[in-house]
Structure formats: structure tokens, C-alpha cells
């Protein structure tokens, strides 16, 4: 028996890098994953490499920053696996650059997906677990969103208003069962990373490094709250 066996999770972003991570961590330990992007093929070989484990999961094109398309993602989800446990908000892009220098378009769609997204999935989900009295959210944040480091431009903005979100969601949202719980990674070898000049991979942090920590926030007793959001980072600069 897993821990997490007949909850549903879905997990946003989940067709490689930490969303890929998190979905198998889940996965195996007997959650139903739906798992969600904008490319069909990563998703699929993510679904497969949940099925080869034995695990239950779904695949779902979808644009978490368009309200539309998040409805029928939640709404598809429900009607395959049932209602919706855990939500992993880990869907995000780039946005670097000073304030400056970004144009509209760059700063409105960076926002959309790093931002929006989170803001609409909790929407679409939280009216059921208030009725069940029950449910987690988990909002993959950054580093970017606890320090200010120049030249991150709307990617930070993005992170520290998700952090805030969080914060709102879980105080609107306790005396219903809800929690909320924000990881804040620090460099993380991932295919948006990967290719960083200077960047030694041994000194940073691993996809599975934040499926671990996911995986021990959602099968907490319910009564435990972490609290602020959590930073994760590495012993040694990986930039050194």
C-alpha cells in the first residue's frame, strides 16, 4: 500500500524536468496523475514511465494561463480519476533581463503562466476541497522569489507574487482542511538550466531533489502546517 494510494494528484509542467520528477514520485506512491503542459510528446513519455512503474495517470495538453483551458483540465481530470487531492503548480517559463529592457509581451506572458496559472488552478480547485473539507496545494516557486537578484526582471516579480498567493490561499483556506505549501528551489539542472553557461550540474540541486521534498509535505499528518516557503538550495555555488 502507498502512502497516497486513491488520491488524485495533478501536477502542472509535468512532462519533463521537476513536474516530470513529482508526477513519478507521486505516481509510485500509489496517487492517480494527471499530468499537464503545452507539449503533447514529453507528456506522454512521462505517462509512460508512470505506467511502466505501475502507477495510474492521464496526459492533458493544456495553456495553464488561459481560464478556458484550465477548467476542462480540471474538469477532464475529475471524470477520468476523480476529485482532485493534491495540486502541484510547477508549470512555469523565463523571463530574464532588467525591468527596463523587457517588453510588454515578455513581462504579460511571463506573468501569465508563472503567475496566472497558479491563480487559476487554485480557483478551479478549491471550491471542491472546501466541500470535502480536504486537499493540498503545492506552488513550485524559486529562490528568484525570496531574494532580489538584478536582471531576473519579471521571473522574480512572478515568484514573489506567487509566494504571496500562497500565503492568501492558505489562510483563506485552513479552516477547511486545505494546505498550501510553497518550495522555493535553487538552481535546479533542468532543460531550461541545463545549457547555463558557467553552471557546474555536480554543485546543483536535481529534479528528484524537489520530488522528494513534495512527496514529505503531502503525506504529512493533516494537523501539520510547514508554514513560509520553504528554500532548498546547495551546499556549494554551483556557479562556481
Known amino acids: ?54 502507477g495510474t495517470g492521464i496526459a492533458i495538453p493544456a495553456d495553464v494561463s488561459d481560464d478556458g483551458q484550465v477548467e476542462g483540465l480540471v474538469d477532464e481530470t475529475s471524470d477520468a480519476l476523480g476529485p482532485i487531492d493534491i495540486l502541484v503548480n510547477n508549470a512555469a517559463i523565463g523571463g530574464g533581463g532588467a525591468i527596463h529592457e523587457h517588453s510588454v509581451e515578455v513581462w504579460d506572458h511571463v506573468l501569465d503562466v508563472n503567475l496566472r496559472g ?70 535546479v539542472v533542468t532543460e531550461m538550466t541545463e545549457d547555463s553557461a558557467g553552471l557546474d550540474h555536480a554543485k546543483c540541486l536535481f529534479p528528484e531533489d524537489i520530488a522528494d521534498l513534495v512527496l514529505w509535505l503531502v503525506t504529512r499528518r493533516p494537523n501539520i502546517k510547514i508554514g513560509r516557503p520553504i528554500l532548498i538550495q546547495t551546499m556549494l555555488n554551483p556557479w562556481e
Open 1 to 54: 500500500m502507498g502512502q497516497l494510494d486513491r488520491q488524485v494528484a495533478l501536477v502542472t509542467g509535468g512532462g519533463s524536468g521537476i513536474g516530470r520528477a513529482v508526477a513519478l514520485a507521486l505516481a509510485a506512491e500509489g496517487a492517480n496523475v494527471s499530468i499537464c503542459g503545452r507539449r503533447r510528446e514529453p507528456l506522454e513519455a512521462t505517462l509512460a514511465l508512470i505506467e511502466a512503474n505501475g
Open 118 to 187: 497558479p491563480f487559476l488552478l487554485a480557483r478551479a480547485v478549491l471550491p471542491g476541497m472546501r466541500g470535502r473539507k480536504r486537499g493540498h496545494l503545492v506552488n513550485i516557486s524559486s529562490e528568484s522569489g525570496l531574494e532580489y537578484y538584478a536582471g531576473v526582471g519579471a521571473y522574480g516579480v512572478g515568484k514573489h507574487a506567487l509566494n504571496a498567493l500562497s500565503e492568501y490561499i492558505q489562510r483563506e483556506n485552513q479552516d477547511f482542511g486545505i494546505r498550501v505549501d510553497t518550495i522555493c528551489p535553487g538552481m
